[in-house]
């Protein structure tokens, strides 16, 4: 079974372009979350796909970043216009089961750095 | 809100030493618990888990119990290697409510051989 996948691995931008981040997740896994990690700190949540619906973006930091989830497969994270702080490591994560549970384990792709000059 | 609060880093042991690597949390209910770790140039990848009090969860070598009295996850190994370098990350998850993993700053282990 393939794991998640992210594209591109690395990414330098200058402030004020645009980048659109890429996640493909385990193939059936309903629930696509992305994350963040900015500057060695926590890791953070952003938000949270089950299939193409939004079930929560409270952690998206502003109306900069854009995510979207089509055909409740592949989904893209899009910041316009980039800023410093923006820099970081996005990471998506994929998991099976609707409604949760013990057994229910996020599988995280490899992360995508995001570099904002 | 729930929070994780792990021990700072970077930690440099050697080779067989003995690791610790403290971890609490703050949250309602009964979380779910979590140590990941990145290996250099790898995604996070889901060490052990614990889905109630007492649980100790194991994989590798590594161990970490769930204790509610002190909310506490520590991460523990007794012999550690050099493979063992790595970020570490400890996590806990809430299945009611927002279904996310709030996790921890991380915690950069290197063994020396």
């Known amino acids: 079974e393939a794991g998640v996948t992210q594209f591109p691995s690395h990414s330098v931008i200058e402030k004020g372009q645009t980048v659109t981040l890429r996640c493909d997740p385990i193939?059936?896994?309903?629930?696509l979350y992305w994350y963040r990690r900015v500057m060695g700190k926590e890791i953070k949540f952003l938000l949270h796909?089950?299939?193409?619906?939004?079930?929560?973006e409270s952690g998206m930091p502003n109306n900069r970043f854009l995510a979207e989830r089509t055909g409740g497969t592949y989904s893209t994270l899009k910041v316009q216009p980039a800023e410093l702080e923006d820099s970081g490591v996005y990471f998506c994560?994929?998991?099976?089961?609707?409604?949760?549970?013990?057994?229910?384990?996020?599988?995280f792709g490899p992360g995508t750095r995001l570099t904002v000059l | 809100g729930d929070s994780v609060t792990q021990m700072e880093g970077p930690v440099t042991l050697s080779e067989e030493a003995f690791l610790t690597i403290n971890c609490t949390y703050t949250?309602?209910?009964?979380?779910?618990l979590f140590w990941y770790v990145q290996y250099p140039g790898e995604g996070l990848q889901l060490l052990l888990k614990?889905?109630?009090?007492?649980d100790k969860g194991s994989n590798k070598g590594f161990e970490a119990t769930y204790r509610k009295e002190t909310t506490s996850f520590h991460l523990e190994k007794g012999s550690v290697q050099v493979s063992d370098s790595a970020v570490y990350f400890c996590?806990?998850?809430?299945?009611?409510?927002?279904?996310?993993?709030?996790f921890g700053q991380g915690t950069r282990l290197t063994i020396n051989p």
């Open positions: 994560a994929s998991s099976r089961l609707v409604g949760g549970g013990p057994g229910n384990e996020q599988f």
């Open positions: 193939s059936g896994h309903d629930n």
């Open positions: 796909f089950v299939k193409e619906s939004k079930q929560d």
């Open positions: 949250a309602t209910g009964y979380p779910s």
């Open positions: 614990a889905t109630k009090a007492d």
């Open positions: 996590a806990l998850f809430r299945y009611q409510g927002a279904q996310k993993l709030v």
